[in-house]
């Protein structure tokens, strides 16, 4: 199970004192400015999707050679994330390994000694389920809000899930312009540095 769904589909907040999960997943996503709150979230309803909660979320990305590799603290959600997606202004696929942890747990502190921190991303999220696609409708410190789709394959079927996310594209009404490309990580640095 990958972990973007792993806290809903077990119904639990993965509070051990060890790592409890090691898991990849082959996700086809795509993230938007929040344009239309209220349509988005009737939509989500006209769906009958599934409400997880809200999060607030605590990324903080490190220093790696290649790809991006985050650590999220959260209320519902806690894991060691690594993936790989290019910056692409549509729908794209992701690579994502990660490992689920518990709360409050000290790898931050170890993962900034010895890699350094890249950024931090500070938001909250709102987390929706529709079978294996995960919605996020995110608030994100400094940047505003946005929707993320997430058509998650723990199977790696590519073809299913481009066509989910393609159709959630589609109900949701995000157009080729509203696609944002880069990571929230890649926005918080380039507003760092203008």
Do not use: W
């Not at 409890?20 to 979230?41: G, S």
């Amino acid at each position: 199970m990958c972990y973007t769904c792993a806290s809903a589909c077990n119904g639990n907040n993965l509070n051990s004192d060890v790592v409890t999960a090691l898991m990849k997943c082959l996700n086809f996503e795509f993230k938007a400015r929040l344009n239309d709150e209220p349509r988005l979230r009737e939509a989500l309803k006209r769906l009958g999707a599934r409400f997880i909660g809200t999060d607030h979320q605590i990324d903080t990305y490190f220093r790696v050679p290649s790809g991006r590799l985050k650590l999220r603290e959260g209320r519902l959600e806690n894991a060691l994330i690594f993936y790989r997606r290019n910056n692409l202004r549509r729908a794209r696929q992701a690579h994502v390994e990660l490992a689920l942890l518990p709360r409050r747990n000290s790898l931050r502190a170890i993962l900034a000694r010895s890699l350094g921190t890249l950024t931090v991303v500070d938001k909250r999220r709102d987390i929706y389920f529709v079978k294996n696609v995960k919605i996020h409708l995110d608030r994100v410190r400094g940047l505003g809000k946005f929707l993320e789709v997430e058509a998650i394959s723990h199977a790696g079927n590519l073809k299913k899930i481009r066509a989910q996310a393609r159709q959630f594209q589609k109900l949701f009404g995000i157009t080729a312009k509203d696609i944002v490309a880069e990571s929230y990580s890649d926005l918080i640095l380039a507003k760092e540095s203008s």
